[in-house]
């Protein structure tokens, strides 16, 4: 059972930055997809960014796009995201998924390919 544990959101003014840390436990299989997905209130969860645990291939959604970076430290078995020049619309819970995938998968950031989830960290970005 894998098990994710988000953390370093918190409240930053437009144009600031976060990191954002998601520790990862449990792991059985040889490869995983994990990626960040975002939710604000009243609106669906949506995919941020995904990065294959082995071959380290990302994707990001065009939102995001040259502003924040999807990373692991693989030994840590620890996902990073990086976002710079936050915006207010930035604001949302920020959650971790991982679903085991075949080491050529591509990974995608749609919820239901995603199997594990964590409880969340809270950015709040204001103007």
């Known amino acids: 059972q894998v098990q994710l544990v988000e953390s370093g959101g918190g409240s930053v003014q437009a144009g600031g930055s976060l990191r954002l840390s998601c520790a990862a436990s449990g792991y059985t299989y040889s490869s995983y997809c994990m990626a960040w997905f975002r939710q604000a209130p009243g609106k669906e969860r949506e995919g941020v960014a995904s990065i294959h645990t082995t071959i380290s291939r990302t994707g990001y959604a065009d939102s995001v796009k040259g502003r924040f970076t999807i990373s692991q430290d693989n030994p840590k078995n620890t996902l990073y995201l990086q976002m710079n020049n936050l915006k207010p619309e930035d604001t949302a819970m920020y959650y971790c998924?991982?679903?085991?995938?075949?080491?050529?998968?591509?990974?995608?950031?749609?919820?239901?390919?995603?199997?594990?989830w964590g409880q969340g960290t809270q950015v709040t970005v204001s103007s």
């Open positions: 998924a991982a679903n085991p995938a075949s080491w050529r998968a591509y990974c995608s950031q749609r919820t239901y390919d995603y199997v594990y």
